[in-house]
């Protein structure tokens, strides 16, 4: 089995199969990290190009790794050292880096749709990393792994997300594949980082933290960007710590076993305190571990790779 | 050309209906005879069985890029494009640089205009001097000059501005032309704030950036007694702001650019920049009650908003590319495919939008196809069809979201006064060599 689309731009285009598959796929990826050697050989000889016109450390470096250790070529092409600043359309970019022979484009850009754009202008497989407020998909499946690797399952899981939902693309894609697996999606924020017409798609809103988190399996919390409250989408971080922070205190209206999750970088003291990062509740330092597994696992199956030969080549 | 043309078995729009066929010897700038087996050895034949001859569309929405945005279009393309989209007259927007705000300013691409060959220019002249929202252009010079009507092309932000406008006007007996936008709620959004924008990402426009401008439009006319035609109407709860203030006894017209009946927000998932409109594509539920009020009067005309971009600026990000698609060459055979031939909508409520009600606005007199009257007339082919190609435009524009798309009808001409234009005359002149 492998996957239909020729780009994963959005978690919508994956079936419930077809995650599960990414998730077995990383699960035997993830072995590779008990050994010595962190190498398979499978991806030799096809390059890798993370294209990435916005900052980013852990992304791209959790790419960058999940390339090495297939054994690709991965390039990094960060808008500094582009040619974007000499007024070179992103589509041209990309057929450039189709031209040197790009296997897999890895694409993080602020606008949405940015990846859709690129996919349209090559034949290379895209992979979005990241466009605008649209999806991180790369992100969720991470998500989605931790919470099965944890929890032994996703099906009837109650999975809350508290924050921006508005802007958040972490929270589009993890909607979108926590209802695909079966999960109960909640999320929590002020009405103002909440979009309207959520409720359609089955997700519950709330606008208290306590209630949101009562009874739930896991929680997200997402980053606050300051720039939201300089528009006046909430009056103050004050006022939205006292509101909707993650303190240990508040962590006890949760489930015992509840387990917390946060996509970073995370503003310690204001959505989620540093305690809570720490707490043997939290899989914050996992998820990351779990990112490389992830996007090895994508980068070996967007190359056409079997599920069932990696697993026999470990 | 202008040379005698016998219009051979063609079927004309009598007000209520379509005659059997019939031939027009157009001669002179007038339909100098219109009857049965009509022959004249000094006239060029042109065989139009099936063809339909409506009376000439008037488009009361383009952009035509001169002067200062040749790159995008062109008085030569803009016009000739009307002319083979099927439309006599098309006013022309002042959004230019620089702005039309001034009586040279009018005259000049009056003058321009009249050697083009294509259909007829309409200047719509800026309301506010740079087009800036500050302070009111010369706008009796700007009528006296000729112009149709007076808008900015843009949101006028001020109401004590808009008020002044609409009283000042009044006496001129023009119409202000106001995009109904409120510039605060719609600032950095890109397409219309629901379901479908939010789940692609899109910074919103709400549906309240309109509602609020067209009430406010509305209530300024009715207290003021001045006439407004709102451009770009865009939502449901609009058409029912409209039809109230009609009631009352409100000036107001209306208009809707056709792509806005013609799509809905769902089909920006692809990010085709090409349906980045402005207003935004709204969802299918505001199209539907913009359609009935077309059908009802309250939307007195459809537009093509034509807005010619180089395929440069519509190769961006979804975000950063620049509102706006291209339409003169597509509008009335997406019109009749998807509307009139589908049977939602006659005949005639469609030549009233497209003719009828906005030559009226425009300050035209009535197009009849009779003898003796003045040549003012659309030829249109509705069995004919094609995909549409872009690449084959008069237009300089080729961003349009219906490319490729297979329509029926094809524009054959127009014949407005001494000006033959499209497809039909273009291949008699081929044939004379």
Do not use: E, N, R, V
């Given at each position: 089995m492998s996957l239909r689309h020729k780009d994963l731009l959005s978690l919508a285009q994956l079936s419930r199969e077809e995650i599960e598959l990414v998730l077995d796929t990383a699960e035997a990826c993830k072995q590779i990290f008990d050994r010595p050697v962190k190498k398979f050989p499978t991806l030799r000889g096809k390059v890798v190009v993370n294209l990435f016109y916005e900052a980013s450390t852990r992304t791209r470096t959790s790419f960058e790794l999940a390339g090495k250790w297939m054994s690709a070529d991965v390039v990094n092409f960060t808008a500094s050292t582009s040619s974007v600043m000499k007024g070179e359309s992103l589509s041209d970019t990309a057929k450039t880096l189709e031209a040197l022979g790009a296997d897999i484009i890895v694409i993080r850009h602020r606008s949405p749709g940015a990846a859709h754009l690129v996919a349209r202008a090559v034949r290379s497989r895209v992979i979005n990393a990241g466009d605008g407020a649209h999806e991180h998909p790369t992100q969720a499946l991470l998500d989605l792994f931790t919470i099965r690797e944890k929890k032994g399952r996703l099906d009837g899981l109650t999975v809350t997300i508290v924050g921006?939902?508005?802007?958040?693309r972490v929270a589009r894609s993890q909607i979108i594949g926590l209802s695909r697996m079966g999960a109960r999606v909640r999320v929590a924020g002020p009405p103002t980082l909440i979009p309207a017409g959520l409720e359609q798609r089955g997700v519950e809103v709330y606008h208290r933290l306590e209630p949101a988190i009562d009874g739930a399996d896991v929680i997200n919390v997402l980053r606050i960007q300051r720039e939201r409250q300089a528009k006046g989408l909430f009056p103050s971080i004050r006022e939205y710590v006292r509101l909707y922070g993650l303190t240990r205190e508040r962590l006890a209206a949760a489930k015992e076993d509840v387990l917390v999750m946060h996509p970073g970088p995370a503003n310690l003291g204001v959505e989620i305190a540093q305690d809570v990062v720490e707490d043997p509740r939290s899989a914050v330092r996992e998820q990351v571990t779990n990112g490389v597994a992830v996007r090895m696992a994508l980068l070996y199956l967007m190359s056409g790779g079997d599920a069932r030969e990696l697993q026999s080549a470990g | 050309m202008s040379c005698k043309v016998l219009v051979k078995g063609v079927a004309v729009w009598q007000g209520d209906g379509f005659s059997g066929a019939v031939d027009l010897l157009i001669d002179e700038g007038r339909i100098a005879r219109m009857g049965k087996g009509l022959s004249d050895p000094s006239a060029v034949e042109i065989r139009a069985e099936d063809w339909l001859a409506l009376p000439g569309l008037v488009d009361l929405h383009a952009h035509l890029g001169e002067p200062g945005h040749e790159e995008r279009e062109s008085l030569d393309t803009g016009l000739a494009a009307a002319a083979w989209g099927g439309f006599t007259h098309v006013v022309a927007m002042p959004d230019t640089q620089p702005p039309v705000d001034t009586e040279s300013a009018v005259q000049y691409l009056k003058e321009r205009a009249s050697r083009i060959r294509g259909a007829r220019l309409l200047i719509c002249a800026a309301l506010t001097k740079e087009r800036s929202g500050m302070e009111l252009a010369e706008l009796a010079h700007l009528a006296a000059a000729g112009a149709c009507a007076l808008g900015d092309a843009a949101p006028v932000e001020d109401p004590a501005l808009m008020r002044r406008a609409l009283q000042y006007a009044s006496m001129l007996e023009l119409p202000v032309f106001a995009q109904a936008a409120d510039a605060r709620l719609s600032g950095g959004g890109v397409a219309h704030e629901g379901s479908a924008g939010h789940w692609l990402g899109l910074p919103g426009i709400p549906a309240s950036a309109e509602w609020i401008a067209v009430a406010r439009e509305l209530l300024l006319a009715e207290e003021t007694g001045g006439r407004v035609h709102l451009q770009g109407v865009s939502t449901g709860r609009s058409v029912q702001l409209i039809r109230e203030a009609k009631r009352r006894g409100v000036r107001v017209t209306a208009e809707v650019g056709f792509y806005h009946l013609l799509l809905d927000d769902e089909a920006l998932a692809d990010y085709d920049t090409r349906k980045k409109l402005m207003p935004p594509l709204r969802p299918r539920a505001d199209g539907e009650a913009l359609l009935e009020g077309v059908l009802d009067g309250t939307v007195d005309c459809i537009v093509t908003d034509h807005t010619p971009c180089t395929p440069e600026e519509k190769d961006a990000e979804f975000d950063v590319a620049p509102f706006g698609a291209a339409g003169l060459e597509v509008a009335l055979p997406a019109l009749y495919s998807r509307l009139v031939a589908t049977g939602k909508v006659s005949w005639a409520a469609l030549i009233e939008a497209l003719s009828a009600r906005p030559r009226r606005i425009a300050g035209l007199g009535e197009a009849r196809i009779a003898e003796g009257a003045p040549c003012d007339l659309t030829l249109f082919a509705p069995g004919e069809s094609g995909s549409v190609d872009p690449s084959r435009w008069r237009s300089k524009a080729r961003n349009t979201p219906l490319a490729g798309e297979r329509l029926y009808g094809r524009v054959k001409g127009i014949a407005v006064g001494r000006r033959l234009c499209g497809p039909c005359f273009e291949e008699l002149e081929e044939v004379a060599g």
């Open positions: 921006d939902i508005l802007h958040s | -």
